[in-house]
């Protein structure tokens, strides 16, 4: 069954258009419960074709959608974006390897290292975990079979790699980082990189390239502020129904009318540091 039948209400999504289903049989996508790789809380995220997608949830105070003919009583907008799942998988591997006085941990098989208890949703990831994990582990081959242990060194590799684009990639996202010194953008990029990463790794990548958080600069303020979607669309509905029938006792207050409408690009706009 693909993931959108036996949704009761409609929901608007923006994701990045399929690609080839070849050798993946995800071809209708299928949402997933994982754990946040830095909180470790539950999120949910999309698998389709291969690609593993993080979703956010996107919500203005009054707001509905026109989609042709059709009304979309909710105004929310949810936004699956492509994330490396790597970052996903770290947290997995890291406990798998049991480490215990300092050694480097056990060599595990991808199939017992993604039986997470109470997340099956990592069982659908078997066939992208192993070419993602060669990045950042070490490999034995044993027979047929194949073993893998997270190497520090090799995750430090990575995570260099990773700010590095990004220290590369902002200046060409907005005007205001070409306003900014290098060091400014190198520290954003590990802030941004560390939304993703415990504060282990966090504080190891930034010994190793002798940065100091604590000097980010002011960060811009967002009109609108993306939340991680910690259950399914169709479970975010149920929720907000149970919520609203739950105040329906409550004398309800007269809403202000909204006469000022925006464009669906002003909500994804970067505001400047200036607040214009």
Same mark, same amino acid.
């Given at each position: ?7 009761? %209400?409609? /929901? ?65 907008? *949810? ?17 798998? /390897? ?31 975990? %192993? ?8 490999? #034995? ?25 990004? #220290? ?27 939304? *993703? ?16 958080? /604590? ?14 979607? %910690? ?12 919520? #609203? ?24 706009? /970067?505001?400047?540091?200036?607040? #214009?």
């Amino acid at each position: 069954m693909s993931w959108w039948e036996g949704n009761e %209400e409609t /929901r608007l999504l923006i994701a990045p258009e399929s690609g080839s289903s070849t050798g993946t049989g995800n071809v209708d996508g299928v949402m997933l419960s994982l754990k946040h790789p830095k909180s470790g809380n539950k999120a949910c995220y999309f698998l389709n074709n291969g690609s593993l997608q993080e979703l956010n949830w996107f919500k203005q105070s009054y707001g509905s959608w026109f989609l042709g003919d059709y009304v979309c009583q909710d105004g929310g907008l *949810y936004i699956a974006t492509a994330i490396d799942p790597v970052f996903l998988f770290l947290p997995i591997f890291d406990e798998a /390897r049991l480490k215990k006085n300092g050694d480097q941990g056990m060599f595990r098989s991808v199939d017992e290292i993604l039986f997470v208890d109470n997340y099956p949703g990592y069982r659908h990831l078997l066939s992208i975990a %192993e070419d993602c994990m060669q990045i950042v582990c070490e490999m #034995k081959e044993v027979g047929s079979s194949k073993f893998f242990r997270l190497n520090d060194s090799k995750v430090l590799a990575w995570m260099c790699h990773k700010v590095y684009q990004l #220290k590369t990639t902002l200046p060409t996202l907005d005007k205001n980082y070409g306003a900014q010194s290098e060091k400014d953008t190198l520290i954003e990029a590990v802030a941004l990189l560390g939304e *993703y990463l415990n504060e282990e790794r966090v504080k190891l990548l930034c010994n190793h390239l002798k940065l100091d958080l /604590r000097q980010a600069p002011e960060p811009s303020s967002h009109e609108f502020v993306p939340h991680f979607v %910690e259950t399914a669309p169709a479970d975010q509905a149920k929720n907000n129904s149970n919520k #609203k029938t739950s105040n329906s006792g409550k004398q309800a207050k007269k809403m202000k009318a909204e006469t000022n409408s925006q464009n669906i690009k002003d909500m994804f706009r /970067r505001v400047t540091r200036s607040g #214009k």
